[in-house]
């Protein structure tokens, strides 16, 4: 099972990015995949999850604005694009198959992860 | 602003035993399972514990996961230089409706 993210990007503020995560060795459409990003020096931060099966999503509150994810199930790849990008949104972003369920609680776990993609963004 | 809370650091002797612990709400730990994750310098994470206490294929016995109540702990024995990492607990919160991640605990082996 491997996750293969894009390469880095440098940005301009107030553009967007995209990215894209390639999954392979799984059937792609039974899981879904998240989205963490790490700031440098910082800790890890969800952002968001899409599911690859019938594509419902949901976000952090703070990114719901600025996020469009999708996926392509012909190529079992992921997108993620953050719009209004500032200096902030300078991270590390990492995607991560969900294999989370609901049983008596919540069992969230990102069992495999992509190699992150780098973000910079600075005029 | 990470709403689990972990010690920054620990360390422990090689061949020693650690514990990290993770402390949360009745929002979070309190009604949902634990994830504990390893990320050594430069890399992804990699998962290590999932469902408070069970390991994923692969992962050695010397690493152990627990829960109660609010908090939860991450065990370690027989510490080498190679766990030398950032581990981060994780869990659903449910008045954020968002997975929450702890602060991060540096372990040295020293």
């Known amino acids: 099972i491997r996750l293969v993210q894009s390469g880095d990007e440098v940005k301009k503020p107030g553009t967007s990015v995209r990215l894209s995560c390639k999954a392979s060795?799984?059937?792609?459409?039974?899981?879904?995949i998240s989205w963490v990003r790490q700031a440098p020096g910082q800790g890890l931060e969800w952002m968001a999850w899409i599911s690859a099966n019938n594509g419902a999503t949901s976000f952090a509150q703070r990114f719901q604005d600025r996020i469009t994810m999708t996926t392509d199930t012909s190529t079992s790849t992921a997108y993620l694009e953050l719009r209004g990008l500032t200096s902030d949104d300078t991270a590390v972003y990492f995607c991560a198959r969900d294999s989370s369920n609901y049983d008596g609680g919540w069992r969230i776990f990102f069992d495999y992860w992509g190699q992150g993609s780098v973000v910079t963004v600075s005029s | 602003q990470s709403v689990l809370t972990q010690p920054p650091s620990v360390s422990a002797a090689p061949g020693q035993k650690v514990t990290i612990s993770c402390s949360g709400t009745?929002?979070?730990?309190?009604?949902?399972?634990l994830a504990w994750y390893q990320q050594l310098p430069g890399t992804a994470p990699k998962l290590l514990i999932f469902?408070?206490?069970k390991r994923p294929s692969g992962i050695t016995d010397r690493f152990s996961g627990s829960k109660s109540g609010t908090s939860g702990t991450l065990d370690i024995t027989g510490l080498h230089t190679g766990d030398e990492a950032v581990y981060f607990c994780a869990t659903w919160d449910d008045n954020l409706s968002a997975v929450v991640f702890g602060t991060g605990t540096k372990l040295a082996v020293l």
């Open positions: 469902d408070s206490d």
């Open positions: 009745t929002s979070n730990i309190g009604k949902n399972f």
């Open positions: 060795g799984y059937t792609f459409t039974t899981l879904g």
